[in-house]
Structures are given as structure tokens and as C-alpha cells.
């Protein structure tokens, strides 16, 4: 079943993902003529629209999200021309009727279905497409994370999928895999040979991985407060980018191949429990603050209520297998911190013996994916210039910035890389559901540390970098965190 797809069916196709990423994500591919051209996409969700009121939706998405510079009537025209809508819902059976009509007779082949819905609802969409007749080989589903929210709902959510989806027909989103800057660490250390002899705990002395956020809750409350940064950001993100880091070499690039290297990653992190969750992580809620320089309100301020989930979380954990024995991996995610920044440092360990004294440095691998791609390697320099003291260091970087190297390209967003793996049946960059458990096994034992030790988030101010606490849990063990 290599054959790309024939039809997208996007269930939630009114909605805010739809609208912010996927449909901009479709025109890009339409406009660098990657969609293969007989695909037709279907949207659907319960609002009620036909095919013109769709088109117009687009329209208007596409409008708002995609750069003006970017934007071209004769593309829009082109992806308008693939569109149609039937609205549904699958608790209303003649609904889905419908749907499955408009489905046969868009279909011309393989369909791939997206599930941009509330996860309460994956299981039963794919019971109804199976009792359809439409969940059969040459179908395949994609869908949104969360997947559930802890270990038991989402073997739920998967069973219930499972029942209609093989395995290798289930795609699950993690858009960080399909940002350009998280494949350029797959390039970095896969496509040459310079690093991998220091990849190691005998070279590698942390790993820092930071996912920062300046925005708050975005009007997203009511999601969010039963997340929290752990189940939003730490159990799949901030887990995905360990992985990569932390994983073997595969054999192959290859969906099973690459995905078999994460799992082991996941099943080697060590457990966190309740005896050391006061040592081990950190938990933070923002009160209200200020960033680049306006006022902004409190967590609990936007939210409306009294909450006790953690707007920050970080920890330092261990991959506790040859490779990174004694390693720490400090992570850290959290929302209204001073500036948006994703990227993953490898601070190697000091030379043996210094003959600059305390000047020399640990050198720094910086992998930045956000906001800007760039990849730094830190290394200690001689400061030009006579000095009678002696040689003077300084530290240096060694620094390929993506947009300078490759500024024509333009910027794709994640959903790009994913729609097109999708269609063309690429599994590599999507992920198992035996990744996913082995993830909330884990995250759901920290969480459990936390309810038995009654630890509860600390206040930070809107535009610091999160919590007493997370400072402490590095500099506890002689570290800190990158400024
Ligand atoms: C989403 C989370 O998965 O990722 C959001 O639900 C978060 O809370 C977002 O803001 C961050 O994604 P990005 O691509 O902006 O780093």
C-alpha cells in the first residue's frame, strides 16, 4: 500500500488547528505543486456549510495564516478546486451516512483520514468509518496528540483505533517531527561522522533541552488546566527531542527502524517517584508580570478560577543505558517565560587538564530549532592581542545559522513535512503507539510522585525563567541552566 493518497478527509475542519496550520499547510503544498493532482480534500465537522462555504473558509485561513508574500490567487484557486464539506457528527449515525457518501464519492483510491478532534472522540470516528465499510486497507488515520491524557486512556484510545487501524495505518502527530530544525538534528548526527565518537557519556557531561514559551493559554484554558505543561508539552515534545538526541543510529531511515531506536530510549528513562520529586523536578504557575516591557495577567487570572496546574515543569532525567550512564538531561518547558526559545545544548565535559586554568570552558553543542535554525558549537579561542598575563581565552562560536546558509528556501511550517508523509504512506516521522505508552508510563509515574508528595507548582512572574525551584534543581547537582 505505497500508492499516495486520493483523498484527505479532515475531521475538525472548522476549527482553530484547521485554520492557524493545516489548510496554510495544504496551500503551501499546493503551491510548490507537491499534492499529488487528483487529491481531493474533504472537510468535516458540525458546523453546517457546503462546498462554497468551505471554499470561503479557506479562503479566509488561508488569507490570515499565510504570509501576504506568499499568498496567490491561481494557488488558492487551484486548492479550492480539490475542496468539498459535509458536516457531521458521530453521534448522529445519519450524519456519518452522509459523510461516508461524500467520502466513497470523493475517494478515486487510498484515503487518509485526519482526526483534528477532541481524543474523546478518535475511538468512536473510527468505529463509525469501520462500520462504514471505510476503515479497510488503503485507509489510513492521523491523528492529534494528546493521546489521552495518561497511560490508561490513551491504551483506550488506541485499542479503540486498533480495532478498525492496523498498526502501520495509525499516524500520530507530534508536529515537532515535522519541524525542518528537528530533522536537521536527525542530519547532524546521522549525516556525519564527527560527532558521533563524542556522543557519549565519556564526552557529554548534560544535556539541556529547553522548550519556551512567551505566550500564555491562549484562550485555550479549559484544555490546558486538565493538561498542564506535562501532558501538553514534557510527555510528547520535550520526549520526542530526548529521543532524537539520546537514540542509537538506526539501520535504516525507515519508520520501524527509526521508531524502535525512540521506544528503547523511552524504556531506558529512569522513573521518577514520589521520593524524588522534590529533588529531581520542579513545577511553576505564572502570576501576572510583564514581557517585552507591557503587563500581562496571571495564569489564574485568565483562567477565571483557582487552579493547581503547573504552567512549568522541569526535570532532570536519566537514560540509563551504555551510552548515557551518569548523564543528566535537564528539560524544561514552560508558557510566559522571557522569550520563545526551542533548542536542545550538549555541554561536553572540561579538558582533563587545564593549562589556561579556570578560563577554559566546556565546549557546547547548541542545536537552536527556534525561533530561529541554527546550529553553534562553543570552543574556546585565544583573545587577539599581547597580554602580559599570558595567553587569554575567550569563548567563540562556530555558528551555521539555516536562514543565512539556505535564505532563499522559504520557512515550512510543520504540518508541510507530516501532510505529505501522510499522503505519500510515510510512517518515519510520526509516532507508535508503543512510543506513546512508554511515555505516559512515564510521565504518569511523575505525576503520581507529585499528587503522594503533595507537591504543587511554585509561583513564577509572567517573563522570568520559571520557578526558585528549577534554578535549585540544577544548581544542585553543580549545573545551571543556559541563560
Ligand atoms: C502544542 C501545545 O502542542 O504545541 C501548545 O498544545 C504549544 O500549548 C504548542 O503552544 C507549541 O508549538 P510550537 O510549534 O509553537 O513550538
Known amino acids: 500500500m505505497d500508492t499516495a493518497a486520493s483523498l484527505l478527509t479532515i475531521f475538525g475542519a472548522s476549527g482553530d488547528l484547521a485554520r492557524r496550520m493545516l489548510l496554510p499547510s495544504l496551500y503551501g503544498l ?28 479557506v479562503a479566509d485561513a488561508i488569507a490570515r495564516h499565510v504570509p501576504a ?29 452522509r459523510l461516508g457518501e461524500a467520502v466513497r464519492a470523493a475517494a478515486g483510491g487510498d484515503i487518509v483520514y485526519h482526526l483534528s478532534t477532541a481524543p474523546r472522540f478518535y475511538a468512536p470516528i ?34 479503540g483505533v486498533a480495532r478498525v487501524f492496523d498498526e502501520d495505518r495509525v499516524f500520530r502527530v507530534d508536529h515537532y517531527l515535522g519541524k525542518e530544525g528537528v530533522q536537521n538534528l536527525l542530519a547532524l548526527r546521522f549525516g556525519n561522522g564527527l560527532f558521533e565518537p563524542l556522543w557519549n557519556a565519556r564526552h ?65 528513562l529512569r522513573p ?27 495564569y489564574l487570572e485568565e483562567l477565571g478560577r483557582p487552579s493547581g496546574t503547573e504552567t512549568f515543569v522541569a526535570l532532570r532525567a536519566h537514560v540509563d543505558n551504555w551510552r548515557w550512564s551518569g548523564v543528566p538531561f535537564y528539560l524544561r518547558t514552560g508558557k510566559r517565560l522571557p522569550s520563545r526559545v ?3 545544548a550538549l555541554q561536553f565535559r ?25 546550529i553553534e558549537l562553543r570552543l574556546m579561542s585565544k583573545t587577539p592581542g599581547l597580554d602580559r598575563a599570558g595567553l587569554r581565552l575567550s569563548e567563540v562560536a562556530l555558528d551555521l545559522d539555516m536562514h543565512e546558509e539556505f535564505g532563499a528556501l522559504r520557512r515550512r511550517p510543520a504540518y508541510e513535512r507530516l501532510y505529505l508523509d501522510a499522503i505519500e504512506n510515510t510512517g518515519t516521522l510520526f509516532v507508535r503507539r508503543d512510543e506513546v505508552e512508554a511515555a505516559w508510563r512515564w510521565t504518569d509515574q511523575i505525576q503520581a510522585g507529585w499528587a503522594q508528595a ?14 526558585p525551584g528549577a534554578l535549585m534543581l540544577a544548581g544542585r547537582h553543580g549545573h545551571a541552566w543556559r541563560a
Open 30 to 57: 499546493e503551491a510548490d505543486g507537491l499534492l499529488p493532482g487528483t487529491l481531493r480534500v474533504l472537510g468535516t465537522a458540525r458546523s453546517d456549510m457546503d462546498d462554497e462555504g468551505f471554499r470561503r473558509f
Open 69 to 97: 508574500g506568499e499568498q496567490d490567487d491561481t494557488v488558492l484557486e487551484r486548492l479550492q478546486r480539490r475542496l468539498g464539506y459535509q458536516a457531521a457528527s458521530v453521534d448522529d449515525e445519519a450524519s456519518m451516512h
Open 272 to 298: 521518577i517517584g514520589a521520593a524524588d520529586v522534590r529533588t529531581e523536578t520542579a513545577l511553576g504557575q505564572y502570576t501576572a508580570g510583564a514581557l517585552a516591557g507591557q503587563p500581562v495577567p496571571g
Open 350 to 374: 572540561p579538558v582533563p587538564h587545564s593549562i589556561f586554568g579556570a578560563q577554559a570552558q566546556p565546549n557546547v553543542l547548541v542545536i537552536r530549532l527556534q525561533p530561529e535554525e541554527r
Open 126 to 159: 473510527c468505529g463509525a468509518l469501520g462500520a462504514l465499510g471505510l476503515g479497510g486497507p488503503g485507509t489510513r488515520v492521523l491523528l492529534e496528540k494528546p493521546i489521552g491524557k495518561d497511560l490508561a486512556s490513551a491504551t483506550a484510545i488506541n485499542d
Open 342 to 344: 526551542t533548542e536542545i
Open 204 to 268: 557529554v557531561q548534560q544535556v539541556q533541552v529547553t522548550v519556551a514559551e512567551t505566550v500564555g493559554v491562549e484562550g485555550r484554558g479549559d484544555y490546558y488546566d486538565e493538561s498542564g505543561a506535562t501532558r501538553d508539552m514534557l510527555q510528547n515534545h520535550l520526549l520526542q527531542l530526548l529521543c532524537l538526541v539520546a537514540m542509537e543510529p538506526p539501520a535504516q531511515f525507515d519508520a520501524n527502524a527509526v521508531r524502535n531506536e525512540k521506544l528503547k530510549v523511552l524504556q531506558s
Open 454 to 467: 503533595g507537591m504543587r507548582p511554585e509561583p513564577y512572574p509572567a517573563g522570568t525563567w520559571g520557578p
